[in-house]
T-cell receptor, first 115, second 110 residues
C-alpha cells in the first residue's frame, strides 16, 4: 500500500488480556515510531526503530509493553496483561531517515479500549 | 529532560481571524522542528524548520524558527472552519527520536 497501515483499527479487550497491534510502514522507510495518544492529549512517545540499530525503548511505560520489528519492515506492539489505563489510540509512523527523517507518515491508529 | 511546550492549549476564533501558535523547546542536540496538523486520526506534516529566521509558507500558513530563543510560531491568516484541528509541534534530535508537544486545539467558528 501507499501509506502506513495499522491493524486492528479498533480493539476492545478485557483487563488482563494480552493484545497485539500491527504496523506496516511505507516500503523503504527505515525509521518506525510508536506513539500513544489518550483522549485530548498529545502524542506520547513509546519506541523508535531506526534501521538495524538497537531500538530506543525509553518511552515504554512498563515492562508489560514490548515491540519488535521484523526484517526492518512490519512492527508489532504487544501489551501484556492490559490495564484500563492502557486505553488509548496507538499511532505508528514511519519516515525515510536518509532524506527527511522528521517528516513522519502516520497510520490511522489502533484504538484500544480495555474494559 | 528534553521537552516541547506548546501554547495556548486551546483557542477559539472566528473565521477570518489570524492566529499564532507557539512552541518552545529544550533539547540537547537539535536537528529540526516540525509542525503537524491532526484533524481526526493521523497527524499530517505541515512544515520542517532547521534554520533560524527563514519563514516557511504554505498558502495561509507560515512558520518561523528562532534557534537562539528556542521557539517557533505557526501563523494562520484568514482562518477557515477547515483549519479547526489540533496543531502539534515536534522536535527532532540528531540520531534520535521525535518528541511531540501536547498540541494546541484550534476551533474556528463560522
Amino acid at each position: 500500500g501507499a501509506g502506513v497501515s495499522q491493524s486492528p483499527s479498533n480493539k476492545v479487550t478485557e483487563k488482563g488480556k494480552d493484545v497485539e497491534l500491527r504496523c506496516d510502514p511505507i516500503s523503504g522507510h527505515t525509521a518506525l515510531y510508536w506513539y500513544r495518544q489518550s483522549l485530548g492529549q498529545g502524542l506520547e512517545f513509546l519506541i523508535y526503530f531506526q534501521g538495524n540499530s538497537a531500538p530506543d525503548k525509553s518511552g515504554l511505560p512498563s515492562d508489560r509493553f514490548s515491540a519488535e520489528r521484523t526484517g526492518g519492515s512490519v512492527s508489532t506492539l504487544t501489551i501484556q496483561r492490559t490495564q484500563q489505563e492502557d486505553s488509548a489510540v496507538y499511532l505508528c509512523a514511519s519516515s525515510f531517515y536518509g532524506v527527511n527523517p522528521g517528516e513522519l507518515f502516520f497510520g490511522e491508529g489502533s484504538r484500544l479500549t480495555v474494559l | 529532560e528534553d521537552k516541547v511546550v506548546q501554547s495556548p492549549l486551546s483557542l477559539v476564533v472566528h473565521e477570518g481571524d489570524t492566529v499564532t501558535l507557539n512552541c518552545s523547546y529544550e533539547v540537547t542536540n537539535f536537528r529540526s522542528l516540525l509542525w503537524y496538523k491532526q484533524e481526526k486520526k493521523a497527524p499530517t506534516f505541515l512544515f520542517m524548520l532547521t534554520s533560524s529566521g527563514i519563514e516557511k509558507k504554505s498558502g495561509r500558513l507560515s512558520s518561523i524558527l528562532d534557534k537562539k530563543e528556542l521557539f517557533s510560531i505557526l501563523n494562520i491568516t484568514a482562518t477557515q472552519t477547515g483549519d479547526s484541528a489540533v496543531y502539534l509541534c515536534a522536535v527532532e534530535e540528531y540520531g534520535n527520536k521525535l518528541v511531540f508537544g501536547a498540541g494546541t486545539i484550534l476551533r474556528v467558528k463560522s
